[in-house]
């Protein structure tokens, strides 16, 4: 007897699939003017205020005070404007999702997506392509800009030294989490504002409460915070009471994916 074999059925042409979805909000992200005008303010902001830094301290360095000069570091200097690049990350990550809740739009788009949890992915997956890219850029941009500025007071440094170059990826890959916190925390909330309330509390607000506890508490729960958690693998010298730099990361990112689990729990559930 001869076998027949039968052919897997063929994908019809409007069938819904990660790549697909995927596709769809990356056209999404490139065409909203918002996306453009906040990445523009995090990358000046990281470049921008990372060089202008270095330009003070050098001009500056002849006169400066002993303390600041020995908490000086040519690698960290120039990458300071990571802390406001954060809020616009995290602002554009709400956005990414919250605006749609907001508009309405939303609805087609789960429409489309009957399963909803490839949206979420999809969403995920694209802003964070984007946020890394262009931050690792902006982030080897401010660094090496930075030391032309330091160069005049033989202050620099290069990639070679001593935690440089997991200093200069890490502000990338620091930032590219706290966009997905935002993406995770406007799928959870569907509120704008309060989202970038929430993203801002735990990036600002709660490092500033843990160093108002007792020492003899501060010391078990600072550390552990979300921000702190991250800027660890920031720091040219560990903290010993702090975290390892890549345990620490390692931490944050089981923060934003313990919230995007959440919020993927919460898209299953309740109606758009």
């Known amino acids: 007897m001869t076998a027949v074999m039968t052919p897997a059925p063929p994908v019809m042409a409007g069938a819904v699939t990660q790549v697909r979805v995927v596709h769809s909000e990356w056209i999404?992200?490139?065409?909203?003017?918002?996306?453009?005008?906040?990445?523009?303010?995090?990358?000046?902001?990281?470049?921008?205020?990372?060089?202008?830094?270095?330009?003070?301290?050098a001009s500056q360095w002849t006169t400066m005070e002993p303390q600041r000069k020995a908490d000086f570091s040519a690698v960290t200097v120039p990458l300071r404007g990571y802390f406001l690049a954060q809020l616009a990350v995290g602002v554009l990550g709400v956005l990414v999702i919250s605006g749609e809740y907001s508009t309405g739009m939303i609805r087609a788009t789960l429409?489309?997506?009957?399963?909803?949890?490839?949206?979420?992915?999809?969403k995920a997956a694209v802003f964070a392509a984007v946020t890394l890219t262009l931050m690792l850029v902006s982030s080897f941009a401010a660094f090496f800009g930075g030391q032309l500025f330091l160069r005049s007071q033989h202050l620099q440094t290069t990639l070679s030294a001593p935690g440089a170059l997991r200093i200069v990826t890490g502000v990338a890959l620091y930032l590219t989490v706290v966009g997905l916190l935002g993406v995770a925390l406007g799928a959870l909330i569907r509120n704008t504002a309060g989202a970038i309330a929430a993203v801002f509390g735990l990036l600002l607000v709660l490092p500033v409460l843990g160093e108002v506890l007792p020492s003899s508490w501060g010391k078990h729960v600072t550390p552990y915070l979300p921000s702190n958690a991250g800027q660890a693998l920031l720091n040219v010298h560990p903290d010993p009471g702090g975290m390892a730099p890549w345990t620490g990361f390692g931490l944050f990112c089981l923060y934003a994916l313990v919230a995007l689990a959440g919020a993927a729990v919460m898209l299953r559930r309740r109606d758009a």
């Open 111 to 122: 429409s489309a997506v009957p399963r909803r949890l490839p949206v979420l992915w999809a």
């Open 28 to 57: 999404k992200l490139r065409t909203l003017r918002s996306t453009f005008f906040t990445l523009l303010f995090a990358v000046i902001a990281m470049v921008g205020l990372g060089m202008l830094f270095c330009y003070v301290f």
